[in-house]
């Protein structure tokens, strides 16, 4: 048997950060230099990110949440506008819709994938004027299937839960501390088209141009002249060398980490495969960030899971429920038939095929 009740005060804890040695080692070499802020460490970072994904327009931010909000400037969105979003999901997809006078149009789900609906997405966009966007979220690391063709406005993929999946116009990734790569808190925004790039970086400091200021030795005034100037509106989202050298050594360990998942997963799915009263969550691309499952009697399969020390929780909850987007359940079907039965078990780099055998027997026995 495992060390299951040492991973946290209570047993088996549903995430826990992964660290690997390479992240410590960088992020002490990089506390010896003169850059903690945004320096050196941030382009490599961008640069190990765009080999190892195979995508040309990284900008690194300093939250996946950040990245979202530079997707959402980028295309423009204001006042009036309307984006079709899914409701299950973390609610910084959706809050920064909000803050801009957005209204969101609610798109229902799938039951297999959890992840929005392609076909209620087309039928929405093609029924309902002044859409300027579509938001599709790959819920636990399942891979949304909203096509960008099928669409006329901008497809934007919030991958903060799936880190390798990259879809449509603007893709979200996050390296939040519980995620596949942490760097404390961090984030990626992969655009494919350049002119979004260059401003996107601009935008991440305040508008100003740090390539052309590294160029001028990081000085205003040359011979009583501005070496740049600010044309246009920016922010403070860059991220710090300490975040992006703890994101190098995560992408080092990421295919590792991948295996990880991907053999914890394969090891839930087959021992629960014929459990009455539990359907798997999965899709044709999964990228393992939760063991999410429906299951009948939540409350009681949730009792019995915390009473034999093992966290569970629904992660995500429906954001139309919340006051902030209303308070009203929209008319959702498969959102809400499935509303009472979603739960996430554990996995990651914390949890062993030991830990897995142990709560899927602990499941076979009943609730």
Request: proline share 3%; net charge negative; glycine share 6%.
């Amino acid at each position: 048997m495992s060390n299951k009740f040492l991973h946290t005060p209570m047993g088996l804890s549903l995430f826990y950060p992964y660290v690997p040695d390479e992240s410590k080692r960088l992020v002490n070499e990089v506390l010896n230099t003169r850059w903690i802020g945004q320096g050196p460490m941030v382009n490599k970072f961008e640069d190990e990110f765009s080999k190892l994904f195979n995508v040309k327009y990284p900008v690194a931010l300093n939250s996946g949440t950040s990245a979202l909000e530079t997707a959402y400037d980028l295309i423009g969105l204001k006042k009036g506008d309307r984006v079709i979003s899914t409701p299950l999901t973390c609610t910084a997809t959706n809050l920064a819709l909000l803050a801009r006078g957005v209204e969101i149009i609610w798109a229902d789900i799938l039951e297999d994938t959890l992840c929005i609906d392609p076909s209620d997405v087309y039928d929405k966009f093609y029924s309902i004027n002044n859409i300027k966007a579509v938001v599709q979220v790959h819920l636990g690391g399942i891979e949304a299937e909203v096509d960008v063709s099928r669409i006329s406005v901008p497809l934007v993929s919030d991958a903060c839960q799936a880190l390798g999946i990259f879809k449509g116009d603007y893709t979200a990734c996050s390296f939040q501390a519980i995620k596949h790569v942490t760097c404390g808190d961090g984030g990626m925004l992969v655009v494919d088209d350049e002119n979004d790039y260059k401003k996107a970086k601009l935008m991440r400091w305040f508008g100003i141009d740090r390539d052309k200021k590294m160029k001028n030795n990081w000085q205003a005034y040359k011979e009583r002249r501005m070496t740049f100037d600010i044309e246009m509106i920016g922010y403070k989202r860059q991220m710090t060398d300490i975040a992006a050298a703890m994101g190098i050594g995560g992408l080092m360990n990421y295919n590792t980490v991948m295996e990880h998942n991907n053999e914890l997963f394969d090891m839930y799915s087959n021992m629960l495969s014929n459990v009455d009263g539990i359907k798997v969550i999965d899709g044709n691309n999964n990228k393992h960030w939760l063991m999410t499952i429906l299951v009948e009697r939540r409350d009681d399969f949730a009792k019995m899971l915390f009473e034999n020390s093992i966290d569970t929780n629904l992660v995500q909850v429906r954001n139309d429920v919340y006051k902030i987007f209303g308070g009203k359940r929209a008319n959702l079907p498969v959102m809400n038939r499935i509303e009472d039965k979603y739960l996430s078990l554990p996995i990651g780099m914390h949890i062993t095929v030991d830990d897995v055998e142990y709560i899927c027997n602990l499941i076979k026995r009943g609730w």
